[in-house]
């Protein structure tokens, strides 16, 4: 099993190449180019790009076909302020930001109703007007560096069906060995104040002054079901007047947080739970998110006492086989209580999905054919079958991973 768990990292995970490398810079650069255009069509969407998810956590595995990125608005963030809420759970789910009255704020009153809340209708489908104007811009695709790439333009740029409102882009990547890779980019606007959190990063664990400042951000893929219904979404992907303005609340997102988070995990912690979501894809549990497992990762971690201050400091980790042992255990546990506390705001309940009040429960026998597949000792109850259907030999995509859009996927 030893020598099988160490060829299947170095093929999958741990052996990526130069041109791996070409596919994660130039789609950066892509996305940073898209936003540069967007700027220059309306000052008032200044983007500074944030990647992140698998990609930028650099735990990604098999192809490099999925990247996550936050379109994080600079003007916005300079005119607002957020409205706090006394009450920690709704903190957590139901912000505002409310206009700042200071020089320049006329520029984007349209955004704000009478009240100076910023509703999010408007700003969605001016952005969805100005990056589909720059994807179909002759002047995006005229840079070397994108040689290599072109754009899907059959695929929609903003789906109807979906559940949050993502801006996805489909490209094709033409390399020596990659030669008709499939790339999957996903874009959620969103609010970023300065090292802000809901509640005190000092009662957190595994704290860093990197870290409190990575914070948190505020994402504006609102699941108001006035919002995403069909109705809205029809009219997002076709007249910016026709739309009624709408209070928005806006969701929390600690992306930032856990990038930093992960970025500061001994390798040997990564390789783990790469192994646990290459494992997952082995076994076809589409139901388990590398959302899950990450957050079951750092949960594990804590638990071993791992110094944040003291990092290459690995005494305390058992061997890479455990500690993916460990992660599917932790999972096992939460799925029981269904409660998985997201680590770095551990009042929200991962199994929750969509605000809907009853979580999502995963299937026990499929956690412990996980555990078995790793060579444990475990037994399946009789109500815990498992489907043939788990063994067939399609290949299976790197879960969805990264924060609240991202776990839509």
């Not at 220059?40 to 990247?67: C, H, L, M, W």
């Not at 914070?215 to 219904?229: E, I, K, W």
Request: aromatic letters at 10%; a negative charge.
């Amino acid at each position: 099993m030893d020598q099988f768990v160490e060829e299947l990292l170095d093929h999958k995970y741990r052996n990526k190449g130069e041109e791996e490398e070409d596919i994660n810079s130039t789609i950066f650069f892509f996305v940073e180019l898209l936003c540069k255009q967007v700027s220059k069509y309306d000052s008032r969407f200044r983007i500074t790009v944030f990647q992140s998810g698998s990609s930028a956590e650099k735990t990604k595995v098999n192809s490099p076909d999925e990247f996550d990125f936050v379109l994080c608005l600079d003007k916005f963030s300079e005119f607002c302020d957020i409205e706090e809420r006394n009450d920690v759970k709704e903190r957590l789910k139901n912000n505002v930001l409310k206009l700042k009255l200071i020089e320049g704020h006329q520029e984007v009153l349209e955004f704000f109703d009478e009240n100076g809340i910023l509703i999010t209708p408007p700003l969605f489908m001016y952005l969805h007007r100005y990056l589909n104007q720059a994807l179909h811009d002759p002047k995006l695709w005229k840079y070397d560096q994108l040689r290599n790439l072109c754009y899907v333009f059959e695929k929609p740029f903003l789906q109807k069906d979906m559940k949050t409102t993502v801006f996805m882009i489909n490209l094709l990547w033409f390399g020596c060995k990659h030669k008709q890779l499939r790339i999957k980019i996903d874009m959620v606007p969103a609010v970023r104040k300065t090292a802000w959190w809901p509640i005190d990063p000092n009662s957190l664990p595994m704290m860093t002054p990197q870290i409190q400042d990575a914070a948190c951000l505020f994402l504006l893929d609102t699941t108001s079901v006035l919002f995403t219904s069909e109705y809205f979404k029809t009219f997002i992907v076709d007249s910016i007047d026709r739309i009624k303005p709408m209070q928005t609340s806006l969701r929390v997102s600690t992306a930032p947080a856990e990038v930093c988070l992960m970025a500061t995990l001994p390798q040997q912690v990564r390789n783990s739970y790469a192994l646990a979501k290459l494992f997952v894809d082995i076994c076809k549990l589409t139901d388990i998110s590398s959302y899950m497992l990450k957050n079951c990762t750092f949960h594990v971690i804590q638990e071993l006492q791992w110094n944040t201050n003291t990092p290459d400091d690995i005494s305390k980790l058992p061997s890479l086989m455990k500690l993916t042992v460990m992660i599917f255990t932790k999972l096992l546990s939460y799925n029981k209580m269904s409660f998985l506390p997201r680590f770095f705001l551990p009042e929200v309940n991962i199994f929750l999905q969509d605000q809907q009040d009853q979580p999502i429960k995963l299937k026990h026998g499929d956690i412990k054919l996980l555990l078995k597949t790793l060579g444990q000792d475990v037994t399946l109850d009789d109500n815990e079958s498992v489907d043939d259907d788990l063994f067939d030999d399609e290949d299976n995509s790197d879960h969805t991973d990264g924060d609240d859009h991202i776990q839509k996927k």
